[in-house]
C-alpha cells in the first residue's frame, strides 16, 4: 500500500506540472521530507508500528501539497516573464505564509493526538507531526534553494548576473 500510494502520488505529479524538472524537483522535495522523517524518528527512538507506519503514505499526500505549491507559483512566475531570482522570491512570499499555516494547523492537530493515552496514536502523532514539519522545511527552504542552485549552476557559476537581477528585482537595496 505504501508503495502504491507513493506511485499515485508521483502520477499526479505528473499531470500537475508541464515540465518534467518541476515534477522531479517537487518529488526530491517531498523525498526529501520523508528521509528527514524517518532519520528524525529514528533518532528520538520513534518505533515503527502499524499506526506510525501509516503516516508513510499520509505524508505522500500531505508533503507533496506543500512542494507543488512552491513550484506551482515559482512556475508561473517564470512565465510571466521573471527571472529565476525574482520567481524564486514571488513562490515563497506568495506561499509561504500560506503553506507555513496549513502545515502548522495540522501539526497542531497531530500534537493533539501525541498526547493520548494509547502509545499508538501517540506514535503517529509525533510520526505525523514529525513529517508535517520536515516537508514543510523541504518545500519551503530546501525547494528554492535548490532552483536557485541550480539556475546559478545553470548560468556557468556565473553569480553576477543573477546578483544583477536580484537588485532590479528589489529596488529597495539600491536605497
Same mark, same amino acid.
Given at each position: 500500500?505504501?508503495? $502504491?500510494? @507513493?506511485?499515485?502520488? /508521483?502520477?499526479?505529479?505528473?499531470?500537475?506540472? #508541464? =515540465?518534467? !524538472?518541476?515534477?522531479?524537483?517537487?518529488?526530491?522535495?517531498?523525498?526529501?521530507?520523508?528521509?528527514?522523517?524517518?532519520?528524525?524518528?529514528?533518532?528520538?527512538?520513534?518505533?515503527?508500528?502499524?499506526?506510525?507506519?501509516?503516516?508513510?503514505? $499520509?505524508? @505522500?499526500?500531505?508533503? /507533496?501539497?506543500?512542494?507543488?505549491?512552491?513550484? #506551482? =507559483?515559482? !512556475?508561473?512566475?517564470?512565465?510571466?516573464?521573471?527571472?529565476?531570482?525574482?520567481?524564486?522570491?514571488?513562490?515563497?512570499?506568495?506561499?509561504?505564509?500560506?503553506?507555513?499555516?496549513?502545515?502548522?494547523?495540522?501539526?497542531?492537530?497531530?500534537?493533539s493526538l501525541y498526547t493520548s493515552s494509547n502509545q499508538a496514536l501517540n506514535s503517529f502523532g509525533a510520526a505525523m507531526a514529525i513529517s508535517e514539519v520536515?516537508?514543510?522545511?523541504?518545500?519551503?527552504?530546501?525547494?528554492?534553494?535548490?532552483?536557485?542552485?541550480?539556475?546559478?549552476?545553470?548560468?556557468?557559476?556565473?553569480?553576477?548576473?543573477?546578483?544583477?537581477?536580484?537588485?532590479?528585482?528589489?529596488?529597495?537595496?539600491?536605497?
Open positions: 500500500s505504501v508503495l $502504491i500510494a @507513493f506511485f499515485a502520488t /508521483v502520477l499526479l505529479l505528473i499531470f500537475t506540472f #508541464r =515540465r518534467a !524538472a518541476n515534477r522531479w524537483l517537487t518529488l526530491l522535495s517531498l523525498i526529501v521530507g520523508i528521509l528527514w522523517m524517518a532519520g528524525l524518528m529514528a533518532l528520538f527512538e520513534i518505533r515503527l508500528n502499524f499506526l506510525n507506519f501509516v503516516a508513510f503514505p $499520509i505524508t @505522500f499526500g500531505n508533503g /507533496v501539497d506543500y512542494g507543488v505549491n512552491v513550484m #506551482r =507559483r515559482y !512556475a508561473e512566475e517564470l512565465e510571466l516573464g521573471r527571472g529565476p531570482v525574482a520567481s524564486i522570491r514571488e513562490a515563497v512570499e506568495g506561499t509561504g505564509g500560506a503553506v507555513v499555516l496549513c502545515s502548522m494547523t495540522t501539526v497542531i492537530g497531530y500534537i520536515t516537508c514543510l522545511v523541504a518545500a519551503v527552504l530546501g525547494l528554492p534553494s535548490l532552483i536557485y542552485y541550480l539556475h546559478s549552476r545553470k548560468e556557468g557559476n556565473d553569480d553576477s548576473r543573477l546578483e544583477e537581477e536580484e537588485s532590479e528585482a528589489s529596488p529597495l537595496q539600491s536605497v
